[in-house]
C-alpha cells in the first residue's frame, strides 16, 4: 500500500509513531490540499485515495466498492479521515443521479460504519455544503434547518446524516464555492471565470450577478481540517456534530470576474453583469447561502480566510498565455 508506513525511525532505530490521517478524493481540488496540509506536517502520517486518476502517487480504491474501502481501514488503520470524494458539480448530479447518490450518500455511509468499527476507532470529517440551504434567509447558522434546492445539495444532506448516523466520533464541515490550485481552470467554478476574463477581445461576456457566492480557497479549509483532527485528539466531546466555515468576501460571478481582470491589470470592461437569471438555467441555485461559522470561532479554530485577489493570483498566474506578461505582472 503507497505510504502505509506508520512511524519515523530515530537515528537509534526507535520508532516514533505518527497519526494516521486517510483523505478520500485525493486527487481532487480539495482532496490534494488536504492531503498536502497533514503530509506537510511532521506528526501526522497522510494516505491518499482516488480512483482514476490515483496512481502512482496515491491508493486506487473505489469507494463505492465496500470490500475495499473495509481493506484500506483496516490495514492502514486511521486515526482520522477526511472525505473530501464527492460529485460535487450542481448539474452533473442532475444529469447523473444515481451516480451521484452512490456517491454522495452510499459511499459516505460505508466509510462512516467503517470508521466506527475500526479499533479504537476513527475520527471522521465529512465535507459537505452550503448548498444545503435555499439561501432565502441568510447567514445560515449550524443549526438551521437545512432546505436544498437542487439534487446536489440534497444528496450532501443525505450525506450528513448517513455520516452522524453512523459514526459518533464524526465532524460535518459545510463549505461554500472552492477554488485553489488548479489542474486545469475548469476544475473550479471560480478558476473557470479566468477564460472569460480574457475574452476581452471577442466581445461582451453576460455573467452572473444575481447569486451571492463566498469564494474559499481550499488551503484554508485543509489547514481548518488539520485544527479540527487536532483539537479532537486532545478533547474529543468538543469536535462533534456540523461546522462551518467560509471566506468572508461576498461577490457575485461577475464581481468574481471584475476581480480576476484587476489582478492580473486585465480590461473588464468586456465583462458584463447579469441580473435576473434566465429560466430554465440548470439545477437551481441559493441566491445567498452564507455561513455563519459560529462554533469554529467559539473553539479558536476559525482560520484567517486569504484575501481573493492574492489567493487567485497564485491559482491562475500559471495560465497566463506569455512569460513577459507574468514578469510584466509579477515583477
Known amino acids: 500500500m503507497p505510504g502505509s508506513e506508520h512511524a519515523d525511525r530515530t537515528e537509534d532505530g526507535l520508532s516514533i509513531p505518527r497519526h494516521r490521517v486517510l483523505v478520500t478524493g485525493a486527487t481532487g481540488l480539495l482532496g490534494r490540499a488536504v492531503y498536502k496540509e497533514f503530509h506537510n506536517n511532521k506528526d501526522w502520517h497522510a494516505l ?104 446536489y445539495g440534497k444528496s450532501k444532506l443525505d450525506g450528513e446524516r448517513e455520516a452522524l448516523r453512523h459514526c459518533p466520533a464524526v465532524a460535518i464541515l459545510r463549505v461554500p464555492v472552492l477554488y485553489g490550485e488548479v489542474e486545469h481552470v475548469e476544475e473550479s467554478a471560480v478558476t473557470a471565470l479566468w477564460d472569460q476574463v480574457q475574452e476581452g477581445a471577442a466581445g461582451s461576456c453576460m455573467l452572473d450577478h444575481c447569486q451571492q457566492r463566498f469564494p474559499t480557497e481550499v488551503r484554508d479549509v485543509a489547514v481548518v481540517c488539520r485544527a479540527l483532527a487536532e483539537r479532537q485528539r486532545q478533547d474529543p466531546s468538543s469536535v462533534r456534530g456540523i461546522f462551518h466555515y467560509s471566506a468572508k468576501e461576498q461577490m457575485t460571478k461577475y464581481e468574481m470576474a471584475v476581480a480576476i481582470a484587476q489582478a492580473f491589470h486585465l480590461p ?64
Not at 435576473?276 to 452564507?290: I, K, S, T, V, Y
Request: with cysteine.
Open 48 to 151: 491518499g485515495t482516488g480512483h482514476r486518476r490515483a496512481r502512482p502517487r496515491f491508493l486506487r480504491c473505489d469507494l463505492l466498492d465496500e470490500d475495499a474501502v473495509k481493506a484500506v481501514i483496516r490495514d492502514f488503520r486511521p486515526d482520522v479521515i477526511v472525505h473530501c470524494a464527492a460529485e460535487r458539480r450542481p448539474h452533473v448530479v442532475e444529469r447523473n443521479a444515481e451516480a451521484a447518490v452512490d456517491l454522495n450518500v452510499k459511499a459516505t455511509a460505508t466509510l462512516a460504519k467503517e470508521a466506527a468499527a475500526s479499533k479504537p476507532g476513527a475520527f471522521l470529517i465529512y465535507i459537505s455544503t452550503d448548498y444545503v440551504f435555499d439561501g432565502r434567509d441568510p447567514p445560515y447558522g449550524e443549526d438551521d434547518t437545512p432546505e436544498p434546492l437542487n439534487l
Open 268 to 331: 473588464a470592461s468586456h465583462l458584463m453583469p447579469l441580473t435576473e437569471q434566465p429560466a430554465g438555467a440548470g439545477a437551481r441555485r441559493p441566491l445567498n447561502a452564507q455561513l455563519a461559522c459560529c462554533r469554529l470561532r467559539q473553539l479558536g479554530l476559525d482560520v484567517q480566510p486569504r484575501p481573493f485577489r492574492t489567493a487567485i493570483t497564485d491559482c491562475l498566474w500559471p495560465f497566463l498565455p506569455d512569460k513577459r506578461w507574468r514578469q510584466t505582472v509579477f515583477f
